[in-house]
Nanobody, 121 residues
Framework: QVQLVESGGGLVQAGGSLRLSCAASGITFRMYAMGWFRQAPGKEREFVAAVSWTGGSTNYADSVKGRFIISRDSSNTVYLQMNSLKPEDTAVYYC???????????????WGQGTQVTVSS
């Protein structure tokens, strides 16, 4: 049974930082690219960041470039370090696993349940 479990969300003031984690089980983690997506109320789910299965390649949405960092380690965990947070970063954040590093959510096979991030102004 595949499970992706996010943690680390919460309430933070604008300018602050949070680190999200996503623990994967039931998949051969090293064979999957991992992505983070987010969905704000009333909006479509959008791509945030992704990392290749080797960890050697990353991709970021323009809105988070220079502020967020995606990484992964051998403990089957992918992270999203979020710095200089803005109120517009408020959303439910989801991690996802897929066969390659892409921005389109339809290519990701497995999804977590999401973690809420709220940034106050």
């Amino acid at each position: 049974q595949v499970q992706l479990v996010e943690s680390g969300g919460g309430l933070v003031q604008a300018g602050g930082s949070l680190r999200l984690s996503c623990a994967a089980s039931g998949i051969t983690f090293r064979m999957y690219a991992m992505g983070w997506f987010r969905q704000a109320p009333g909006k479509e789910r959008e791509f945030v960041a992704a990392v290749s299965w080797t960890g050697g390649s990353t991709n970021y949405a323009d809105s988070v470039k220079g502020r967020f960092i995606i990484s992964r380690d051998s403990s089957n965990t992918v992270y999203l370090q979020m710095n200089s947070l803005k109120p517009e970063d408020t959303a439910v954040y989801y991690c996802a696993a897929g066969p390659r590093l892409v921005v389109d959510s339809i290519y990701y096979n497995y999804w977590g349940q999401g973690t809420q991030v709220t940034v106050s102004s």
